[in-house]
């Protein structure tokens, strides 16, 4: 099969964990560790978040005074590309000799009429408390809001169009390579009067550049792998009960914050409604077993086993 994965910002650092560059590099080779076998199977794609690093990245931008003003954003999506996409090629070789395996920088192609530029909401960088949240917005003019029991900066993601390098990616995995692409959902970018490309302040959601991708490329699968092992109604709360197998319908009929379940529950429904493959959600050291069917949130056409991805491949391409 040919599969795309999306790995979590958060999976790759936690909220707990120091932003250190041996504490991400660890959890680099443990999700490494977790989705080599799947490369030995199926064509791979791997796509990653970058939440939490480009918000170090932009906090560290900000503070320093050699600087006329702070790095744009597209402009740190794509250093945090270069970073855990250099981490995540160098794991693969090294658990996947024999392997060829690409990094691949990407923009995605947005729409400058996009009306997440008027109201922000992903989420970037790390947690604060409001007093502090509330205080850097007013010094640096963030954008903060409430995720959880803590406050965030949040940043406009306009939704993506497509991805520029499909192309290049689609010969990667016709050769046999693993590719690493479109980190952090691409780099954000539109298209000027002229035709010409210009990055732009965003952050484009990884989730649904990954569904947006895994249709281009004709996949069997998509994996939306995080910190979590199912979706849940009433998360966090005394009544909260996992979702197993379900339908685009019936998983739309609920309601997820758009600033973290929503947007990867709206990319699975999306994926499964237009090709009629699998997605599935779920825990990060389960790939294998979400991908047979086993564990996580899996959506599928009809939600019954055997129907889409794994369990009926598409047409030959």
Not at 19 to 44: K, S, T, Y
Request: proline share 7%; glycine share 10%.
């Amino acid at each position: 099969m040919r599969v795309v994965v999306a790995l979590g910002g958060n999976a790759l650092l936690r909220r707990e964990d120091r932003p250190d560059a041996a504490v991400q590099l660890a959890n680099i080779q443990a999700a490494v560790a977790a989705l080599a076998p799947l490369a030995h199977r199926h064509e791979l794609v791997i796509t990653h978040g970058n939440g939490p690093q480009v918000g170090v990245l932009a906090l560290q931008s900000a503070a320093d005074h050699s600087l006329a003003r702070p790095y744009p954003l597209d402009v740190l999506g794509a250093e945090t590309q270069g970073m855990i996409g250099y981490w995540l090629l160098q794991s693969l070789q090294n658990a996947l000799p024999g392997h060829q395996v690409c990094a691949l920088l990407n923009q995605t192609l947005v729409s400058a009429a996009d009306p997440a530029f008027a109201d922000p909401e992903k989420f970037v960088g790390p947690v604060y408390g409001r007093a502090e949240a509330e205080r850097l917005a007013a010094e640096r003019g963030w954008t903060v809001k409430q995720d959880g029991t803590r406050w965030r900066r949040v940043v406009p993601s306009p939704r993506p169009q497509r991805v520029v390098e499909t192309r290049l990616i689609r010969l990667l995995l016709n050769s046999g390579a693993v590719a690493v692409c479109a980190g952090g959902g691409g780099v954000p970018v539109i298209r000027d009067e002229r035709g010409q490309l210009a990055g732009v302040e965003a952050v484009v959601d990884k989730d649904l550049t990954a569904a947006l991708l895994a249709e281009a490329l004709d996949a069997d699968a998509l994996l939306l792998l995080t910190d979590v092992p199912h979706v849940e109604t009433g998360h966090g709360t005394p009544q909260a009960q996992p979702i197993g197998r379900t339908t685009p319908a019936r998983l739309r009929t609920h309601h997820f914050p758009a600033g973290s379940m929503g947007p990867k529950v709206d990319a699975a429904c999306r994926f499964v409604e237009l090709t009629g493959g699998m997605a599935a959600i779920g825990a990060l050291d389960d790939a294998q077993a979400i991908l047979d069917g086993a564990t996580g949130t899996v959506v599928t056409p009809s939600g019954r086993r055997g129907d889409g991805g794994p369990y009926a491949p598409q047409e030959p391409r």
